[in-house]
């Protein structure tokens, strides 16, 4: 079982930015698939950003194409920038202990571990 832990939520202004952290304590993610999702009050929980091999294969939703990034090694990080009203959700890291395609990242269901969310407010 891997545990998986988020932090560097809060509350931002609309622009602004955050930068949220994955880790598994007593190990390293460099060898699964990491995906972050979310989900906003009354939305079902959606895809961000996902990534493999060190962001050798990575693919991102279009909503935040061009503000938010994935990157790391043994931990991975949310930078999210030019924060919206929109963007406000809890967000989830999730890691996958199996090889998963590119186009499988955003499928939540490939993902075996879970976090427990750190929420992210964007006042407009």
């Known amino acids: 079982q891997v545990q998986l832990v988020e932090s560097g939520g809060g509350l931002v202004q609309a622009g602004g930015s955050l930068r949220l952290s994955c880790v598994a304590p007593?190990?390293?993610?460099?060898?699964?698939?990491v995906g972050w999702f979310r989900q906003a009050p009354g939305k079902q929980r959606e895809f961000v950003v996902g990534?493999?091999?060190?962001?050798w294969r990575w693919t991102i939703a279009d909503s935040v194409k061009g503000r938010f990034d994935i990157s790391g090694h043994k931990a991975v990080s949310l930078q999210m920038n030019s924060l919206k009203p929109d963007d406000t959700a809890v967000y989830y890291c999730?890691?996958?202990?199996?090889?998963?395609?590119?186009?499988?990242?955003?499928?939540?269901?490939?993902?075996?571990?879970w976090g427990q969310g750190t929420q992210v407010r964007v006042s407009s």
């Open positions: 990534m493999a091999g060190a962001r």
């Open positions: 007593g190990r390293s993610l460099s060898g699964y698939a």
């Open positions: 999730a890691a996958a202990n199996r090889a998963i395609l590119t186009d499988e990242m955003t499928d939540e269901r490939r993902y075996d571990y």
